[in-house]
């Protein structure tokens, strides 16, 4: 496609445009999506810009191309790099390099960062964690995988999508056919003040949805990476939606929901590791389930209740107990959600005997190891 | 016609400090008639530049401001149902058909324009604003999708009302969620940080009428120090517009701690933050230059 045929108006092509507009399929390759559309309009602004002078060049295709911050921080580099590899190769056909390979991160670094932040301590140096892509999106981003740096954006990310998800959770109405029909007894008792004449109107209103919610969060050790993750979307989440009930557990069932009404996460969060001994520690999914159903399923479970347990299934107990258990809660709920993080990776497969025990009762499995993915609870909810 | 130049030119007239970048955004903006989508944290001057344009387009601003349960309605139209009953109740009597009523309350005189319909009906082009984006819902981000591209909104009762002039389209976000990519893909990206020192400190002497230069300086360093400090909810350009308005009113022109901390509350809006701060101040008064710094070895 020519550059005048691109841009319809009278631009004669030469090959100092040509090289410039090569660094298109350059970016292309690095991850940023251009598609003839984008291309174009890149094509298009040349037309009303000095495109001879590099540095305006660049910024006005800075300006068309990128679509994200993470995208502009990349470009400067990207756009000299390809400056770079031009002088490198002369004339000759630039040799386009695959995108590097992903790196993974040190999760020992994540780990020891995501502690830092619960203890409140905000440390100012950064330390050097590779991350998986320079494009991929926070909310897109692994758990087990941020690094230190982008804890604290993400637990903002989460709070805010969290408030979000229980605002709209709140706001949802029950099916109703006749919603928007003119509501006869409210209409003549809202006009009554000007004796009967009918000027303003009544609407009947939906019923609100009334779901209930159960969360139980897994924060033994193997789930440690995304314990704290969770607790702050439920802590978040609970700020909004009144109708919920909220358990942890690893060795034994704790019932949190009083304590997640505290002003200040970090001070929740220390108020639950004191009290709980197990924090961290090994997994007992059948027997903390099975306290469940004997202290609290008839108070909080019923045929309006939706519980959603967040856990990898990695059970150290009773097998037969977190069956039965899972029996009871599947016959007298709404519907059994399941969030699993492990679940996040593509050759996932619940083979473990915790999960594969439980499945039989799920109603929804689906995976909790992103924001994107807490996000999309809200389909289920 | 407009060039590069004459944007920025534009841009500080109205008194806005820019750098290459958003008068670059700007300008390619209404070349290309494209929506322009601002990002970054609160306070940095995003919703300024959609009030800016518009006084240097010498145009109309209007705005639409997103919110949690936003709906089509309150973006597009309303019918003013009271009058129009009122205006059945008053022709109750008259010889005219229900045709012919029904054509009259369904006409312009009962339509009540939101901002949306209202941009797109202007006889000069507007500049449309679309105020943090991020806090309407996924299902309003859609819809939006659909007018932005077609620049059409059909009236049930009326018919279809095409663009006269297709205003000029500001969306600003926070990042409290992130936007579709189809969204992000009609629009041109923008994303505004928190300024470097020199330039916080131009947007001081510039919009605080008799800021003192000592004073701007001091209040210019203080907040970047803040800013490196990792807070609840870190102070933006308005807060530190807000300070130094606060303190030229008081004819203060010089800072010291009594006074800090006196207006802290002008500058933190965290009891968290104005506690972290307290407890640091002393630090911040050394790296800022208002006390002397004290070798500590």
């Known amino acids: ?381 | 016609m407009i060039q590069l130049n004459d944007i920025k030119q534009m841009l500080l007239q109205q008194g806005y400090i820019t750098d290459e970048s958003v008068a670059m955004s700007v300008f390619l903006s209404l070349k290309l008639n494209k929506p322009l989508l601002i990002e970054g944290p609160a306070g940095v001057g995003k919703t300024e530049i959609a009030k800016v344009m518009a006084k240097a387009l010498q145009t109309d601003l209007i705005r639409l401001q997103c919110y949690e349960g936003l709906d089509a309605t309150h973006a597009l139209y309303e019918w003013n149902y009271q009058r129009q009953l009122l205006h059945l109740k008053m022709t109750e009597h008259t010889a005219q058909s229900i045709d012919e009523k029904e054509q009259t309350i369904f006409g312009d005189a009962f339509l009540m324009k939101r901002p949306l319909l209202q941009a797109i009906t202007q006889d000069k082009r507007p500049v449309l604003l679309i105020d943090e984006i991020d806090r309407s819902d996924e299902e309003f981000e859609s819809f939006l999708l659909e007018v932005l591209s077609d620049w059409q909104i059909t009236i049930p009762e009326i018919g279809t009302i095409k663009a006269i002039n297709i205003p000029q389209v500001i969306l600003t976000g926070n990042r409290t969620r992130e936007l579709s990519e189809a969204l992000r893909r009609r629009c041109l990206y923008l994303y505004i940080d928190y300024p470097d020192f020199e330039k916080e400190y131009l947007i001081v002497k510039n919009k605080v009428n008799g800021a003192d230069t000592k004073l701007a300086t001091q209040i210019t360093k203080f907040m970047q120090e803040l800013r490196v400090m990792k807070l609840e909810k870190t102070p933006g350009i308005a807060e530190t517009l807000d300070w130094a308005a606060a303190l030229s009113a008081l004819h203060i022109d010089y800072l010291n701690k009594e006074i800090i901390e006196q207006t802290l509350g002008v500058v933190l809006k965290d009891w968290r933050d104005t506690r972290q701060v307290q407890m640091s101040l002393s630090e911040l008064m050394e790296k800022t230059g208002v006390i002397p710094k004290i070798d500590r070895a």
């Open chain 1, 1 to 381: 496609m020519s550059f005048q045929k691109l841009t319809g108006h009278d631009f004669s092509p030469n090959i100092f445009i040509c090289k410039y507009c090569s660094v298109l399929p350059f970016l292309a390759n690095k991850s940023f999506v251009l598609s003839v559309e984008e291309e174009t309009t890149a094509l298009t602004a040349l037309q009303f810009i000095d495109y001879h002078d590099k540095n305006i060049f660049r910024t006005a295709l800075k300006a068309v191309c990128c679509r994200s911050k993470q995208q502009l921080n990349e470009f400067d580099a990207l756009f000299n790099q390809y400056w770079k590899e031009i002088a490198d190769a002369g004339d000759a056909k630039l040799k386009q390099e695959q995108q590097p390979a992903a790196k993974p991160v040190v999760k020992d670094a994540s780990f020891k960062s995501l502690k830092a932040w619960l203890n409140g301590k905000k440390s100012d140096e950064i330390e050097e964690v590779a991350s998986y892509s320079l494009y991929e999106s926070l909310s897109q981003k692994n758990f087990a995988d941020v690094p230190d740096d982008e804890v604290e954006e993400l637990m903002r990310n989460i709070r805010a999508l969290s408030k979000r998800l229980a605002a709209h959770i709140n706001r949802r109405y029950e099916k109703d056919n006749r919603i928007n029909l003119p509501d006869l007894r409210r209409t003549l008792r809202k006009n009554l003040r000007r004796g009967g004449e009918l000027l303003e109107l009544a609407f009947r209103k939906p019923k609100q949805n009334r779901t209930k919610l159960v969360v139980i969060c897994d924060v033994s050790r193997s789930m440690e990476l995304y314990a704290a993750f969770l607790l702050q979307f439920m802590y978040a989440f609970q700020q909004v939606y009144k109708r919920v009930e909220t358990f942890a557990f690893s060795t034994s069932l704790q019932h949190i929901t009083q304590l997640l009404k505290q002003n200040d996460f970090h001070a929740a969060m220390r108020l639950l590791s004191a009290q709980n001994e197990g924090w961290s520690g090994g997994t007992r999914i059948g027997k903390s389930l099975h306290a469940f159903v004997k202290d609290h399923v008839l108070k909080f479970l019923d045929k309006k209740t939706i519980i959603v347990i967040m856990s990898d299934g990695w059970d150290t107990g009773d097998i037969d107990l977190l069956q039965q258990s899972m029996e009871v809660i599947h016959n007298r709920s709404k519907k059994v959600i399941w969030l699993n993080p492990l679940a996040g990776y593509t050759d996932y497969k619940p083979h473990v005997a915790g999960m594969k025990a439980a499945l039989p009762f799920i109603n929804v499995f689906a995976p909790v190891h992103n924001a994107e993915s807490l996000r999309s609870l809200g389909k289920w909810l």
